[in-house]
């Protein structure tokens, strides 16, 4: 090799360049990719898709692309602050770590002390990787107030699979005849299970997918059941009449091993393919074509969405409905079917037996009072083992019921991605004390009275689990920039000072960690020899049919087309047990009057490939793949009718508020619906929402079927 080439070649060993591994982080929890870090003088000076990594194998996004924007970028909080002026208004002053910490330790004993540990709350937003250990600091300090971002994403999810199931089924996507996508854009999501698809629909999968929009995955399906949002329960419903109807379901397992099925059986039979018709959108010929296509199946699996079918104030009902075909057909806990997969570690089931539920609960939910959201939402504590519903969080601050919360400490809490977030940001404002802890000065970091710098991934270590069994424990490739920490080490020094008796957090976070993977026989020590990460040496599959052998997790041990837990709510709360299907609570087929002023079905946050939520709208290379931002889709028709043409200003109006934003018009939009992402700061569409838009079993938010209205708006009047 002649000097010039081998100087071209990095790193080459003499240009100061070295390779380090790490992973993307900045989508959370399931879309991890390796990283191949170029690291010069201690700075990133490139990076590209890990070859070595089992989940991405070489391929990287738009966001991970941009990493070196995100960990140097100028928003980047500097040094722990303390706000001198009032709250919002930004003013802070340096102060040390050790000022902070003492600050935050002395404020909480004082508050738990008067109010009790109860009154003070810890909150992750969507980062993951910090859970068990802010888990453990909860509980530790005495508050049964752990309370995530999860409260609007996935548990709902999980709710109806334990509902129906008693505990989760994951789709088995490796091994099924027919793929039943029932919401979700992987291509743009999650890009591994989009290049899962592709390999299996080459080797034969059937595929059919239900969306209200068009979109790349919708695209590649053989069927596309595009529905009028929240009306999936009326889709589910439809299919089970044609399932029944032509006998075309599992009789052997339905006697065996389901309850409820005759009462579910007449129910279903108001849903004729043409009723399906008239309530969905979908026409009655495809809503046949779809469920033969599912139930002769000899495998088929139902791949769930995290958010988007539960983003209803009817979510729960709706995805019972759908979940119930997999009662119908026997498609559970089968190979090929939705397969129980139990959790290794933070909610990935990554095939490792782990000791997480002991760690991140040291005491008993009942040795503590009741979790915030237990009263309204009284389905979610009997349901969800993890935490409160923290929906409920602004509510109880203003109202002090059923008791006071004074003091919130926030990893990354961000006020935008709550319905009616400009109340919550009004409630943020009357705790005692409040402490946000975040990579970037964000509006709700104004409203802190402290604000704590966290570094990226990066600058820290972590562990991750991938659901092919895989496994890996980073190393920083950089030192954390000017005085950022680690949120565990940030975590640890808290329980350090607050004083806590716990002897896992005085051992620390990586005897935590050999702690929690003792069952798994795998160490730190061992995973530190593996810096891209290992395969799990003896991956654990639960056995086929385990429902043999225990029966189902439920309370009447057999899938539940009516459920018993929400049975006993039927008189007190009007909850069906049965999967009843009503339509959203604000819609044209629940309050005519109320669409007449408000035509249009506002439907918020499809993901975007280049952003995620609000972490990424900073990064010019991000923002400058989606121009003439921010802006709502809307389908040609309408803005025909109404005169919007392509760029113009809109207002989208709600009975609570409006915004105004650039309309795109787009057949991925079908008429009579708005498209609107969340997260801008500039038209931030949560405001739009009511705070009690949700869902009456899970209390998760109507994000996808509130009612609104459009208009043009003249530049004049925007600039
Ligand atoms: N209208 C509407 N609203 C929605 C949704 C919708 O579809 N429509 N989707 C909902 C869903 S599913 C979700 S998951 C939520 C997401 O909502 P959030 O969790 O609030 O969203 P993010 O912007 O990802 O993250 C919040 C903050 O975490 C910070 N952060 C990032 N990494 C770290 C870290 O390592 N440490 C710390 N301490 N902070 C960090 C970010 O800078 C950001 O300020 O939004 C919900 N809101
Ligand atoms: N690039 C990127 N990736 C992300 C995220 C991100 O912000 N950006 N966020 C992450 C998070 S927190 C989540 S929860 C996941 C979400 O992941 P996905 O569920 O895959 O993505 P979404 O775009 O939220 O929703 C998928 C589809 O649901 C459709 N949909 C909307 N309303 C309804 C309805 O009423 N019924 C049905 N059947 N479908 C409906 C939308 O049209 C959309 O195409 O993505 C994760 N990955
Ligand atoms: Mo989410």
Redo the contacts with the bound molecule.
């Keep these: 090799m002649r000097p010039e080439q081998k100087l071209k070649k990095i790193p080459n060993g003499e240009n100061g360049i070295v390779i380090k591994k790490s992973i993307c982080t900045i989508?959370?929890p399931?879309?991890q990719c390796g990283l191949d870090l170029y690291i010069k003088d201690g700075k990133i000076v490139k990076v590209e898709g890990s070859k070595e990594h089992a989940y991405n194998q070489g391929s990287l996004?738009p966001?991970g692309a941009a990493t070196r924007q995100y960990v140097y970028h100028e928003d980047r909080i500097k040094t722990p602050l303390k706000r001198i002026g009032s709250r919002g208004s930004n003013q802070f002053i340096p102060i040390s770590w050790e000022e902070a910490l003492e600050t935050i330790a002395c404020k909480l004993n004082v508050l738990k002390k008067e109010y009790g540990p109860e009154s003070v709350a810890f909150f992750s937003g969507?980062t993951k990787y910090f859970r068990p250990y802010l888990k453990r600091l909860t509980h530790s300090f005495g508050s049964p107030n752990y309370i995530t971002?999860s409260s609007c994403?996935?548990h709902a999810t999980a709710m109806t699979q334990a509902l129906v199931f008693g505990r989760q089924g994951l789709p088995d996507m490796a091994n099924t005849d027919c793929l039943l996508l029932?919401?979700?854009?992987?291509f743009?999501?999650?890009p591994g299970?989009g290049r899962n698809l592709v390999k299996n629909q080459e080797r034969g999968m059937k595929l059919i997918v239900?969306?209200?929009?068009i979109?790349p995955?919708?695209a590649r399906a053989d069927i596309h059941?595009r529905?009028?949002?929240?009306?999936?329960g009326a889709?589910a419903l439809a299919m089970a009449h044609v399932i029944i109807n032509e006998k075309l379901y599992d009789q052997d397992f339905v006697a065996n091993h389901t309850y409820g099925f005759e009462e579910y059986r007449d129910y279903v039979q108001h849903f004729t393919p043409e009723e399906g018709h008239r309530l969905t959108g979908v026409p009655a010929d495809l809503i046949k074509e779809a469920a033969r296509m599912y139930a002769k199946a000899k495998t088929a699996a139902i791949f769930p969405?995290?958010?988007?079918?539960v983003?209803?104030t009817n979510g729960i009902q709706?995805y019972r409905a759908v979940f119930c075909l997999a009662g119908l057909t026997g498609n559970y806990d089968i190979k090929g079917g939705n397969r129980y997969s139990p959790h290794s570690f933070i909610h990935i089931a990554g095939l490792i037996p782990t000791r997480e539920q002991e760690f991140i609960q040291p005491r008993p939910w009942e040795e503590m009072p009741p979790r915030i959201g237990s009263d309204r939402f009284p389905v979610w504590p009997e349901v969800v083992d993890e935490e409160g519903q923290a929906m409920q969080l602004p509510y109880q601050i203003r109202s002090g019921q059923p008791y006071p919360i004074k003091a919130l400490l926030g990893f990354g809490m961000n006020y935008r991605m709550w319905p009616d977030s400009e109340g919550l940001r009004q409630s943020l404002n009357m705790l005692d004390f409040f402490v946000n802890i975040d990579i970037f000065m964000t509006d709700t970091c104004k409203m802190a009275d402290i604000v704590l710098p966290a570094c990226t991934s990066l600058e820290r270590s972590e562990l991750r689990c991938y659901p092919m069994g895989y496994i890996i424990f980073t190393q920083p490739v950089i030192e954390p920039l000017y005085e950022s920490r680690s949120d565990v080490d940030i975590i640890y020094q808290l329980a350090e000072k607050l004083g806590l008796e716990d002897e896992l957090f005085a051992a620390g976070y990586e005897t935590s960690i050999d702690y929690i993977l003792e069952p798994s026989g795998i160490t730190v020590a061992e995973l530190k020899k593996h810096p891209a990460g290992m395969f799990v040496p003896n991956p654990v599959r639960p056995p086929e049919k385990s429902y043999l052998q225990n029966g189902f997790a439920t309370p009447s041990g057999k899938l539940e087309f009516k459920s018993k837990i929400l049975e006993k709510y039927e008189d007190k709360m009007g909850i069906a047990a049965l999967p009843v299907y009503t339509p959203p609570k604000h819609s044209p087929e629940a309050t005519p009057d109320l669409a007449k002023e408000y035509p249009f079905i506002l439907?918020t946050?499809?993901?975007?490939?280049?952003?995620?939520?609000t972490?990424?709208f900073r990064l010019s290379w991000n923002s400058c793949l989606k121009k003439n931002q921010p802006a709502a889709d809307i389908n040609p028709e309408d803005a025909e009718r109404l005169g919007i043409k392509q760029d113009d200003y809109i207002r989208i109006s709600t009975p609570k508020n409006s915004i105004v934003v650039r309309a795109n018009l787009t057949q991925?939009a079908q008429p009579g619906v708005v498209?609107m992402h969340h997260?801008f700061a500039q038209a931030d569409v949560n405001i739009l929402f009511e705070a009690d838009y949700l869902d009456p079993i899970s209390g998760f938010p109507g994000f996808?079927?509130a009612l609104c209205n459009i208009e043009k708006v003249n530049e004049t009047e925007v600039c």
């Design positions: 989508c959370d399931l879309t996004c966001k969507f971002e994403c996935y029932w919401s979700g854009n992987p743009y999501t999650n299970n239900v969306d209200p929009r979109t995955t919708t059941l529905l009028r949002p929240g009306t999936d889709l969405s995290a958010s988007a079918v983003h209803h709706n439907n946050g499809s993901r975007m490939p280049m952003f995620v939520h972490r990424t991925m498209h997260a996808k079927s």
